[in-house]
């Protein structure tokens, strides 16, 4: 079993960056797909980004080219690069293993300011 905790949330102005990550408490090498998920309050929960064990990726159309989903399977985590921050992008972040039934970690809260 894989315990995820992310890290990283916090307050920003806009157009600032932050830097996610999801840290596992076991091994993720054997984990085909991970991702980022959002949730802010009175809208469902988002799939913002996903991406294999391969390297590769899919990012929802409202943070392509803002957002970068990476990881290193040799230090157990997960990462979200996100640029150009907007107030709209306001959510608590939820780091995820993608399979039948998910596993989520607890989240972080990003709050962006105009």
């Known amino acids: 079993q894989v315990q995820l905790v992310e890290s990283g949330g916090g307050l920003v102005q806009a157009g600032g960056s932050l830097r996610l990550s999801c840290a596992a408490s076991?091994?993720?090498?054997?984990?085909?797909?991970m991702g980022w998920y959002r949730q802010a309050p009175g809208k469902q929960r988002e799939l913002v980004a996903a991406?294999?064990?391969?390297?590769?990726?899919r990012y929802a159309d409202s943070v392509k080219g803002r957002f970068t989903i990476s990881r290193d399977n040799a230090k157990n985590t997960v990462y979200l690069q996100m640029n150009s921050l907007k107030p709209e992008d306001t959510a608590v972040y939820y780091c995820?293993?993608?399979?039948?039934?998910?596993?989520w970690g607890q989240g972080t809260q990003v709050t962006v300011s105009s």
């Open positions: 995820a293993i993608i399979a039948t039934v998910n596993s």
């Open positions: 076991r091994s993720i090498f054997s984990i085909g797909n």
């Open positions: 991406i294999t064990n391969g390297g590769s990726t």
